[in-house]
């Protein structure tokens, strides 16, 4: 497949159609205003919103939910992970629980947390640690579990502390797992951030969007949605940034294998 | 193999016991956590009596709707922007536009269009479920092996034939890729939505428990949630094998 560096002009062109076709409908038809406010509007409410600082609050307000919640999530789930992946007995004690706990869809989880830390900060973090911590820990545990045996056993011939077998045999090798769960977890933790904002939050996006809409300011919260959009693509792009830089030589040692 | 269930099984239940234990004595305020016993009770005589099972019959109706919806509307345009890249190049823009936006956020807008209905959650399921089974469906149709349609051309078979014999049977993996992760996503968007606005549903009926602090009720609740999304996983699995039967096959000869 030719890599994709030419620009794409007709996905755009169609694009600014669709923008062009929404902004005359909304400005034709005023029974549509209510609920698909123009584009225009749209976006000088979202200018307006950032300037004057109303929606910022609540931006950096989930915004701090949401780092704290998925490195908190990430520090438990990989420790954890590596624990189960690497001690097998561990592994057949905790498996069925895991088994258990997992179909559940984590949302679930609000309720109890409400009942258990109130409609605070803490309750928010703690459901999305809660969200976040299935998959990056499955991964961790596929992860390690795939080591090859004979890299540990040679680390351990070698006369390696068991320190820098950890950490430089099983979580180099681990890596690619790892950072699957990670990526997976990022997109869940944003949703259940502003998920819980919606059930019961005072602040965060995820309140004021569904605040907007309640208020029938319908330009707002479609502001306010362009912004959690925006702010998911940004975060995602963030991470494959980060990942390409810091997962250098597996790229590299991939495209030898290959070759 | 076996010894290691015996040994989680055990395990758990243990963990069962201690919780039953604490709860009876009061260690941790009841009203948080009630014993197991009592749960398992609330949840026993939920499902006798009819409760549980009518929230889920009404969660489940405007989940399948939503999931189904999404199938039928993506998994034809997959296919036709697998196979014709002009199509690709003009949908693609605007597919990356909305794939960020997280499914949650989609709720109020539903609400201002259709109010607190079954229309608005049927439609933020067919929004959050379209985007893993477009995207794997595309992914089907590029991999398609060229000899194979082109063997059908050869052969003068019909574009609709060419469509239902060849190109569904050979990207029919990929497609059940997306659909089975579209499931999870189905089950918690349908009870994201019901928490967020609505008067019934699985999902209302865990929360509104909360609220009415009849904590066993809620963790009843949960409980059928988990079992739902379980036996949800298990008859996607019997269907897949019943209906993928050949696949199968075609794996397990190729090991």
């Known amino acids: 497949m030719n890599p994709v560096s030419k620009f794409n002009w007709p996905g755009w062109l169609a694009f600014s159609v669709l923008l062009l076709l929404w902004e005359t409908a909304s400005r034709a038809l005023p029974g549509l205003r209510v609920y698909i406010p123009p584009i225009s509007q749209i976006l000088a409410s979202l200018g307006q919103l950032l300037l004057s600082g109303a929606i910022t609050n609540h931006l950096t307000v989930s915004l701090v939910r949401f780092v704290e919640g998925y490195l908190l999530a990430a520090a438990i789930a990989v420790s954890l992970g590596i624990i189960l992946g690497y001690f097998h007995y561990l592994h057949s004690l905790l498996e069925m629980l895991i088994e258990l706990l997992r179909p559940m869809p984590s949302v679930a989880i609000i309720p109890v947390a409400i009942l258990t830390l109130g409609l605070g900060d803490s309750m928010i973090v703690a459901v999305t640690v809660y969200a976040c911590l299935w998959p990056i820990l499955i991964n961790t545990i596929d992860g390690v579990r795939n080591i090859e045996r004979t890299l540990v056993d040679t680390g351990r011939t070698f006369g390696l502390s068991a320190g820098r077998i950890l950490w430089q045999i099983i979580l180099p090798g681990a890596s690619p797992y790892i950072v699957t769960g990670l990526r997976i977890g990022l997109s869940i933790a944003l949703i259940l951030v502003t998920t819980a904002e919606m059930v019961a939050g005072s602040k965060g996006l995820g309140f004021f969007i569904l605040d907007e809409e309640r208020s029938m300011n319908s330009s707002n919260m479609y502001a306010g949605i362009i912004l959690v959009a925006l702010l998911g693509y940004m975060l995602n792009r963030g991470f494959v940034l980060l990942e390409r830089k810091t997962m250098k030589w597996r790229h590299g040692m991939i495209a030898r294998g290959a070759r | 193999m076996r010894a290691v269930k015996l040994n989680g099984l055990m395990f758990m239940l243990g963990l069962f016991a201690v919780w039953e234990l604490v709860a009876q004595a009061e260690l941790i305020n009841p009203l948080v956590v009630p014993p197991l016993s009592k749960i398992l009770k609330i949840f026993f005589e939920l499902l006798w009596s009819g409760q549980i099972p009518a929230?889920?019959?009404?969660?489940?109706?405007?989940?399948?709707?939503?999931?189904?919806?999404?199938?039928?509307?993506?998994?034809?345009?997959?296919?036709?922007?697998?196979?014709?890249?002009?199509?690709?190049?003009v949908c693609e823009v605007v597919v990356e536009m909305l794939r960020p936006v997280p499914p949650p956020v989609v709720i109020p807008v539903a609400m201002l269009f259709f109010g607190l209905g079954d229309e608005m959650k049927i439609f933020v399921i067919f929004f959050?479920?379209?985007?893993?089974?477009?995207?794997?469906?595309?992914?089907?149709?590029?991999?398609?092996?060229?000899?194979?349609?082109?063997?059908?051309?050869t052969f003068g078979l019909s574009p609709g034939k060419i469509c239902w014999q060849v190109?569904?049977?050979?990207?029919?993996?990929?497609?059940?890729?997306?659909?089975?992760?579209?499931?999870?996503?189905?089950?918690?968007?349908?009870?994201?939505?019901?928490?967020?606005?609505s008067t019934d549903g699985i999902g209302y009926f865990i929360l509104d428990s909360q609220r009415r602090f009849?904590?066993?009720?809620?963790?009843?609740?949960?409980?059928?949630?988990?079992?739902?999304?379980?036996?949800?996983?298990?008859i996607f699995n019997l269907l897949h094998r019943r209906l993928l039967a050949w696949h199968w096959g075609m794996m397990t000869k190729m090991e």
């Open chain 2, 167 to 197: 190109i569904l049977p050979a990207c029919s993996p990929q497609i059940i890729t997306g659909l089975r992760v579209s499931l999870p996503i189905m089950l918690i968007l349908v009870v994201i939505s019901e928490m967020v606005g």
């Open chain 2, 55 to 89: 929230q889920i019959v009404v969660s489940m109706k405007r989940a399948l709707l939503g999931y189904f919806l999404a199938a039928a509307v993506f998994i034809p345009l997959g296919i036709l922007m697998g196979l014709y890249q002009p199509v690709y190049r």
């Open chain 2, 214 to 234: 009849r904590v066993a009720q809620m963790y009843a609740g949960m409980l059928s949630l988990a079992i739902l999304g379980y036996a949800l996983n298990q």
């Open chain 2, 128 to 153: 959050s479920c379209a985007w893993p089974i477009l995207l794997n469906t595309i992914d089907g149709v590029r991999n398609l092996d060229w000899v194979l349609l082109n063997t059908a051309r």
